[in-house]
């Protein structure tokens, strides 16, 4: 794999409470966000397999949902 590329083979994101459209943009969003924070400080190695559980406050907006999420994955796998 070449030093300037993140690959994720699978995310699954579960998202209760919004519509599939819904949980499949913000999905996105987060695996966009996700790629962008990690291209420049992964460790070039696999990293296998995590499971990350993480409440967001209800009613936060999309963009808070996105943040949260993205944010709790890049630093579990920076640890």
Do not use: C, W, Y
Request: hydrophobic share 45%.
């Amino acid at each position: 794999m070449p030093a300037d590329r993140v690959i994720i083979e699978e995310l699954v994101l579960r998202f209760p409470g919004l519509t599939a459209e819904e949980a499949r943009a913000v999905s996105r969003e987060v695996a966009e966000r996700v790629g962008r924070g990690l291209a420049d400080a992964m460790p070039k190695r696999s990293l296998g397999a995590l499971e990350i559980t993480l409440n967001v406050r209800r009613g936060a907006s999309r963009d808070e949902m996105v943040d949260g999420v993205a944010n709790a994955i890049i630093q579990s796998l920076l640890r």
